[in-house]
């Protein structure tokens, strides 16, 4: 299973940077996950657009869906030439009503489900992964993924900390967590998202093999992050990196 990073930034990007997104690869598969601005261009260093077997958008803020209006017309070019003939299954939330009605309207290349139809527990199969959501805390609605194959990847979205994050990261390989700020943040972020020490404490608590942070506002200094993650964790702990490729 391999991860690679497309964008790390929130909730807008550094110099010739991408908001949040991510390509995971296994078995031959490859999904998206998350689509902030600038994450098509950079997949496309990656794969073709007919490789791509599905997209999940943990939640509706537009540094993680902004390139769904991009990849759109991608697909559609795709079919009209006949480089493929299909839709690409999308998964994502309901909420807020404007942005879920108008990327629900995307029926020429998009099939889209609705997690929050999915009953509980809330398990799909896709792309010949396991694939499991749980709702996070955030102001909209947002879900953390788990993805199952030949390793176990969980991935926050944003969220403030919760125990069933904990849990679906039990015998994770990697937990991609999002870690929007330091310490001196904690009663800003509270309601809404992790600082880097609540990620690396709740991968202690969750037993996860490794712990990867995103989600970096740009003014930060990215080694303080780190380092307050790596005291929660009590282990190295890695930052993503746009355009890097980790074997999980
Ligand atoms: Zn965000
Ligand atoms: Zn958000």
Redesign the pocket.
Known sequence: MKLTVLGCW??YPRVSGA??GYLLQDMGRNLLIDAGNGVLSKMLQHINIEELDGVLLSHL?P??IMDIYCLRHAIESANREGRINRTVPLYMPTGPTEDFTRIKGFTKAFEVQIIDEIPEPKKITLAGLKINFVAGKHNLPVYSISFEGSKKLVYSG?TAYNEDLIKLTTEADLLLC?ASGLDKDTDYLKENHLTARQAGQLAAAAGAKRLMIT?FYPEYVLSELQRQAEEGFGQITELAREGATIEI
Do not use: I, W
């Open positions: 929130a909730p908001c949040s803020h540094d993680h944003d999002e989600h």
